[in-house]
């Protein structure tokens, strides 16, 4: 487990800083496409209730109250988080517990750390 925990804590950067150098197009397109996911506040309510499970993840099926949304709606934002790479889901029976990818989010405010 603390193998885990390590590999989590230690990402390998997936793009430069912004403000170090120009990025080429791979790498400007692979941001963009994170912060895009990112560019959303039903989004950024959801990045927040997995950062604060203490289980480090959260049925979908608690996701859908505090958010005050349906379940489909609920599903699109997961859809496009998860394609970004921000959070990472697991069937469970009917379920899905979705947790975050703390070595994307830290390649994103990486990218904008000087």
């Not at 608690?62 to 379940?71: C, E, N, Y």
Request: a neutral charge; aromatic letters at 4%.
């Amino acid at each position: 487990m603390a193998k885990r925990s390590a590999t989590r804590e230690a990402p390998t950067q997936c793009c430069p800083s912004v403000l170090a150098s120009p990025l080429d197009v791979d790498e400007a397109s692979q941001l963009a496409f994170g912060f895009t996911a990112l560019a959303d506040p039903v989004r950024l309510q959801v990045l927040s209730i997995l950062a604060a499970s203490p289980e480090g993840e959260v049925c979908v099926c608690d996701i859908v109250g505090p958010l005050g949304k349906s379940q489909p709606t609920v599903s699109h934002h997961m859809k496009i988080l998860a394609d970004a790479g921000l959070v990472h889901g697991e069937r469970r029976s009917k379920w899905v517990y979705y947790s975050l990818d703390r070595a994307r989010l830290a390649d994103l405010r990486a990218a904008i750390d000087t």
